[in-house]
C-alpha cells in the first residue's frame, strides 16, 4: 500500500523531502494497521504494539542517515546522531510532561493540581495519540517561531 501511494505521488514530491515524506507514508499505514488490529483483533493488537513504535522511530532514524550520514564523513554523522538523539529525547520527555500533566493531572503518579487545592479534570485528548501528535505540531511551531523560520513558496 506504501508503494501505491508513493508510485502515485512520486512526481509531485520534491526530491529533497522524498525520504521524509516516505516515512511518514509508511508511518501512517503502521498506525493504520495498529489501529485495526486493535479493533478487530485486540490481542494481537497487544502483541504487536511494541513493535508500530520501533518503525516509525527507526524510520525517524533512517530518515536522518539519509539526510546527513550519506553525506558526511564518520565524525561530524557522529555528533549529528548524538545530537539528534538528545534532542528527540528531550522532544519526547517534553511531549510525554505535558501530556502527564494536563491530561491525567500528574507527574509520576502525582496529583500536581490536587495537591495545591485546584480541581483539575485531565484532558482526555492529550492521553490520546492525537495528542501526541497535536503537542509535536506545538514544539515544531515554537521552535520554528523563535529561530524565526519562514516557509518559502
Known amino acids: 500500500s506504501s508503494n501505491v501511494v508513493i508510485s502515485i505521488m512520486r512526481n509531485s514530491i520534491p526530491s529533497r523531502i522524498r525520504i521524509i515524506v516516505q516515512l511518514a507514508i509508511v508511518s501512517l499505514w503502521v498506525i493504520l494497521v495498529d489501529q485495526i488490529l486493535k479493533a478487530y483483533v485486540y490481542d494481537v493488537s497487544k502483541q504487536l504494539s511494541l513493535f508500530v513504535g520501533l518503525i516509525i522511530t527507526n524510520c525517524i532514524v533512517m530518515g536522518r542517515l539519509e539526510a546527513f550520514a550519506m553525506g558526511n564523513k564518520p565524525w561530524p554523522s557522529f555528533l549529528d546522531g548524538i545530537g539528534n538523539g538528545l534532542g528527540y529525547g528531550l522532544i519526547l520527555m517534553t511531549v510525554a510532561f505535558v501530556r502527564e500533566l494536563?491530561?491525567?493531572?500528574?507527574?509520576?503518579?502525582?496529583?500536581?493540581?490536587?495537591?495545591?487545592?485546584?480541581?483539575?479534570?485531565?484532558?482526555?485528548?492529550?492521553?490520546?495519540?492525537?495528542?501526541?501528535?497535536?503537542?509535536?505540531?506545538?514544539?515544531?511551531?515554537?521552535?520554528?517561531?523563535?529561530?524565526?523560520?519562514?516557509e518559502s513558496h
Open 102 to 150: 494536563f491530561g491525567a493531572g500528574s507527574l509520576f503518579g502525582f496529583k500536581v493540581f490536587e495537591s495545591m487545592g485546584i480541581h483539575y479534570t485531565g484532558n482526555g485528548l492529550l492521553l490520546l495519540p492525537a495528542g501526541a501528535c497535536i503537542l509535536v505540531g506545538i514544539v515544531i511551531w515554537i521552535q520554528r517561531t523563535l529561530n524565526g523560520h519562514r
